[in-house]
């Protein structure tokens, strides 16, 4: 056991917990549990969407990803970024406008059907804990490396720890410990990348001439085709990634925790640049890692090759700057998993509990007792879960969700907003055909089955030929959605649209949302 890395695991996991301690003190009714009482600025929500964002998939997978594939692993950045300017000129205002504390709200502002919210909390908690095995997996890797732990109880650890961020101090923990590891993330980042950037003399002609030779794949390390052969797939999981983002329960209700609209779009801004400059820096970590750990060594630690950035981190820095950067790795899984299980109870207890089950009758106490115990749910469920994916990568688990987050959720955003003909029985076709038809063409792909043991999940040869269903799925969502709506003879009053429309692109009778 790495003993200086045990102790600064330790000294994050303590600060974690502190902050959740005086977050809990301040977290007395349902708002503030949820939704951190909508106090954030725009810079403290734009750290934490970035916070949120850059998860294990981002920091361990795509490092992983770049090291092993090269080029095809820069797909996942890119599609990661580009995916905010969705967020930012289509979601983010709108969201903030119409919703209160779930993305179920958004859509109920329009129709409101018990059956609409119902499928969308079902949607929400689906996607949590389809990203949440990713971490999860991540976290067990990272654990096993750095102090000698079983992965299953890695596991446990995390998923008990996230636990008790949520249960104790819901949003406004949840929120100030992503802030906290979002600096700490950008800075061992950096570090990493300045020692990778001056060992090829600061001059990136020498870094790509370099890594021409670097890897056993040669000079194809710089061309696409290495990990997608098949064009499709390729076109497949950056649709899944563009458009994903805007579909992420947990990146959604980050919007409600800010006071309006404007300051919503602010903290889209933030993050924006943020995770930028984290993707750009991505190829710095899955370059070194390729050049100064070895293809071998990534493989010999885990063969998704998701420890590739700790393992850089040990051979430039020492044992030092292997402990920091998978602390703050570690505090990374941390932090997006507790987003994600906060999300996924939010659904279940406003949506679920308070909406369906007691008719809006429920009191705020008992809201948050229904969100602490769902909290305990989704977190036993996505741990579970986990204990079968280890042996994927982490930023090709996240892109799955991400296509089922783009299949079930974008297209009813969408059409919510700009359709007028849009109605109820289209939401729900939409939202439940965009949520099945991508789990299940997940189920028949190569992810799953694979002729040779050990490859994947199950034995076997897949129906499915492509790896993210994204391109499949997402048009199937709204195809669903639109032919619900025209079979339907049901016809929405045409004034709520009208209504949607002014307060979603205004702010009008919104409380909490200043003059535009």
């Given at each position: 056991?790495?003993?200086?890395?045990?102790?600064?695991?330790?000294?994050?996991?303590?600060?974690?917990?502190?902050?959740?301690?005086?977050?809990?003190?301040?977290?007395?009714?349902?708002?503030?549990?949820?939704?951190?009482?909508?106090?954030?600025?725009?810079?403290?929500?734009?750290?934490?969407?970035?916070?949120?964002?850059?998860?294990?998939?981002?920091?361990?997978?795509?490092?992983?990803?770049?090291?092993?594939?090269?080029?095809?692993?820069?797909?996942?950045?890119?599609?990661?970024?580009?995916?905010?300017?969705?967020?930012?000129?289509?979601?983010?205002?709108?969201?903030?406008?119409?919703?209160?504390y779930t993305m179920a709200d958004m859509i109920a502002a329009r129709f409101n059907d018990k059956k609409v919210r119902g499928v969308a909390a079902l949607n929400t908690i689906a996607i949590s804990i389809f990203y949440m095995i990713a971490q999860l997996v991540g976290a067990g890797g990272l654990i096993k490396l750095l102090l000698g732990i079983d992965y299953i109880y890695s596991v446990l650890i995390v998923g008990t720890l996230m636990t008790v961020y949520v249960v104790f101090g819901g949003m406004t923990a949840t929120s100030w410990v992503q802030i906290t590891k979002a600096v700490l993330l950008m800075i061992g980042t950096f570090i990493i990348s300045l020692m990778v950037f001056a060992k090829f003399d600061f001059s990136i002609a020498n870094m790509f001439t370099h890594m021409k030779t670097a890897t056993p794949i040669g000079e194809a390390f710089l061309n696409p085709g290495n990990k997608f052969k098949d064009p499709l797939d390729m076109i497949s999981l950056n649709l899944a990634l563009v458009l994903g983002t805007a579909g992420l329960p947990h990146i959604l209700i980050r919007f409600f925790t800010v006071k309006d609209a404007p300051t919503a779009r602010q903290s889209?801004?933030?993050?924006?640049?943020?995770?930028?400059?984290?993707?750009?820096?991505?190829?710095?970590?899955?370059?070194?890692?390729?050049?100064?750990?070895?293809?071998?060594?990534?493989?010999?630690?885990?063969?998704?090759?998701?420890?590739?950035?700790?393992?850089?981190?040990?051979?430039?820095?020492?044992?030092?700057?292997?402990?920091?950067?998978?602390?703050?790795?570690?505090?990374?899984?941390?932090?997006?998993?507790?987003?994600?299980?906060?999300?996924?109870?939010?659904?279940?207890?406003?949506?679920?509990?308070?909406?369906?089950?007691?008719?809006?009758?429920?009191?705020?106490?008992?809201?948050?007792?229904?969100?602490?115990?769902?909290?305990?749910?989704?977190?036993?469920?996505?741990?579970?879960?986990?204990?079968?994916a280890q042996k994927m990568n982490v930023a090709f688990l996240v892109a799955l969700a991400f296509a089922v987050a783009a299949s079930a959720n974008l297209p009813i955003i969408l059409l919510t907003i700009f359709w007028r003909r849009f109605n109820t029985a289209g939401?729900?076709?939409?939202?439940?055909?965009?949520?099945?038809?991508?789990?299940?063409?997940?189920?028949?792909?190569?992810?799953?089955?694979?002729?040779?043991?050990?490859?994947?999940?199950l034995v076997g040869e897949a129906i499915f030929p492509l790896t993210n269903p994204g391109i499949v799925s997402i048009p199937l969502g709204f195809i669903a959605a639109i032919i619900g709506t025209i079979v339907s003879n049901k016809k929405e009053d045409s004034k709520k649209f009208d209504e949607i429309v002014v307060k979603a692109n205004t702010g009008l009778g919104v409380s909490g949302v200043s003059n535009h």
């Open positions: 056991m790495n003993v200086l890395a045990f102790g600064l695991f330790l000294a994050i996991v303590g600060l974690t917990l502190v902050i959740t301690y005086f977050a809990a003190k301040k977290t007395n009714n349902a708002s503030e549990f949820y939704t951190a009482g909508g106090g954030l600025t725009g810079w403290q929500n734009g750290l934490a969407i970035a916070g949120d964002y850059m998860s294990a998939a981002s920091f361990l997978g795509i490092a992983g990803m770049i090291a092993l594939a090269g080029f095809d692993g820069f797909f996942y950045s890119i599609g990661f970024l580009v995916a905010y300017l969705v967020v930012l000129y289509i979601v983010a205002e709108p969201l903030r406008n119409l919703g209160k889209v801004v933030y993050a924006t640049w943020i995770i930028g400059f984290f993707y750009i820096m991505t190829i710095f970590l899955g370059f070194g890692a390729a050049a100064f750990v070895g293809y071998d060594n990534i493989i010999a630690a885990n063969a998704a090759g998701n420890m590739a950035a700790p393992l850089l981190a040990q051979v430039l820095g020492g044992d030092f700057l292997f402990a920091f950067v998978s602390a703050v790795a570690f505090a990374t899984i941390l932090a997006v998993v507790a987003g994600l299980v906060l999300s996924a109870a939010s659904a279940f207890a406003h949506d679920f509990y308070s909406h369906i089950i007691r008719r809006g009758q429920a009191t705020e106490k008992e809201q948050m007792v229904a969100a602490r115990l769902a909290s305990v749910g989704v977190a036993i469920i996505s741990i579970i879960l986990a204990l079968f939401a729900v076709t939409g939202m439940l055909v965009g949520l099945f038809s991508s789990l299940i063409l997940v189920a028949i792909s190569p992810n799953v089955w694979n002729p040779e043991p050990g490859v994947a999940i």
